[in-house]
Nanobody, 119 residues
Framework: QVQLVESGGGLVQAGGSLRLSCAAS????????MGWFRQAPGKEREFVAA????????YYADSVKGRFTISRDDAKNTVDLQMNSLKPEDTTVYYC????????????WGQGTQVTVSS
């Protein structure tokens, strides 16, 4: 079955950086669009970034544009999210998603990784 395993979350000071990674298995990774979403307690899950299966199209939420960068490595079956200039409002759980369509979530989810940005 499809498994998505996130790593790289943690605690960082405002203005700092973190790099999230998602390792995928159980699917032909190179044919799947991939994405990252986040969800704060009591709020709906929101789109963060996505990358097409070919890597030539990338999408970002306005709130992270210019600060976050999504990338993929088909040889390793991983999709990364480089997060720079982090803000306290970026604090939440981040989820990897497979079969994303532009900014809409696909069928498969990881378990999530916590990112905490202190002010």
């Amino acid at each position: 079955q499809v498994q998505l395993v996130e790593s790289g979350g943690g605690l960082v000071q405002a203005g700092g950086s973190l790099r999230l990674s998602c390792a995928a298995s159980g699917l032909t990774f190179s044919t799947y669009n991939m994405g990252w979403f986040r969800q704060a307690p009591g709020k709906e899950r929101e789109f963060v970034a996505a990358i097409s299966w070919s890597g030539d199209r990338k999408y970002y939420a306005d709130s992270v544009k210019g600060r976050f960068t999504i990338s993929r490595d088909d040889a390793k079956n991983t999709v990364d999210l480089q997060m720079n200039s982090l803000k306290p409002e970026d604090t939440t759980v981040y989820y990897c998603n497979a079969d994303t369509t532009a900014t809409r979530a696909g069928r498969y989810w990881g378990q999530g990784t916590q990112v905490t940005v202190s002010s």
